[in-house]
């Protein structure tokens, strides 16, 4: 089992930008695809995007694609969401999990009933004027 706390999430207006963070506990997250989830209100999760242990591999859903990126500080144990070009409909929680993938160099878009070692606790996104 893997810990993940997840931070950065508050109140933006439309067009702004969050950065959410997602820290693992042990000792490297090198070994685990970590992927994020965003769960409108009233809706089901869904899988938006994901990085590979060695951080040079990631997959945008085509909802965040060129608006959000993912990104890595393997010293830092923590994978970021950096998201600009905020929308109404990008409100809700943001998830973050860990899948132990040692070895894979590419991932593709998340599904919440995917392997996961871990969960991060959520983080609250409201798009709003």
């Known amino acids: 089992q893997l810990l993940l706390v997840e931070s950065g999430g508050g109140l933006v207006q439309p067009g702004g930008s969050l950065k959410l963070s997602c820290a693992g506990s042990g000792p490297t997250l090198d070994y685990y695809t970590i992927d994020w989830f965003h769960q409108a209100p009233g809706k089901e999760r869904e899988g938006i995007g994901c990085?590979?242990?060695?951080?040079?591999?990631?997959f945008y859903a085509d909802s965040v694609k060129g608006r959000f990126t993912i990104s890595k500080d393997s010293a830092k144990k923590t994978v970021y969401l950096q998201m600009n070009s905020l929308r109404s409909e990008d409100t809700g929680v943001y998830y973050c999990a860990a899948g132990w993938a040692p070895t894979m160099t590419f991932c593709t878009l998340p599904h919440p009933n995917g392997t996961y070692v871990g969960w991060g606790q959520g983080t609250q996104v409201t798009v709003s004027s």
């Open positions: 990085i590979v242990g060695s951080g040079e591999g990631t």
